[in-house]
Nanobody, 117 residues
Framework: QVDLVESGGGVVQAGGSLRLSCAAS????????MGWYRQAPGKQRELVAI???????HYVDSVKGRFTISRDNAKSTVYLQMNSLKPEDTAVYYC???????????WGQGTQVTVSS
């Protein structure tokens, strides 16, 4: 069992920055990928950024150049640095880890990010 705890959400003005953190605890063996998703009211959950076990990253086009995903293996933590935030970035952000030889998905509880104009 793996537990993910997110932190770092909040309210920020447009143009501001936030850093989300997602710390994992439990049986963390064979991490395949770590990612951040978001879900805005009335919309489907979408992938924002992902980092593979090898360190390669992928971003949704709308956040490229503004968001950066990174990880600290020693702390079992993945981060999402969000700069130049826009009102359309407002959503609940969820971290997701894919772990195991037979991959299983684990989700954080979600953290609210609100960007005011």
């Amino acid at each position: 069992q793996v537990d993910l705890v997110e932190s770092g959400g909040g309210v920020v003005q447009a143009g501001g920055s936030l850093r989300l953190s997602c710390a994992a605890s439990g049986s963390i063996v064979s991490i395949n990928a770590m990612g951040w998703y978001r879900q805005a009211p009335g919309k489907q959950r979408e992938l924002v950024a992902i980092i593979s076990s090898g360190g390669s990253t992928h971003y949704v086009d709308s956040v490229k150049g503004r968001f950066t995903i990174s990880r600290d293996n020693a702390k079992s933590t993945v981060y999402l640095q969000m700069n130049s935030l826009k009102p359309e970035d407002t959503a609940v952000y969820y971290c997701n880890w894919v772990i195991g030889v037979t991959p299983s998905d684990y989700w954080g509880q979600g953290t609210q990010v609100t960007v005011s104009s």
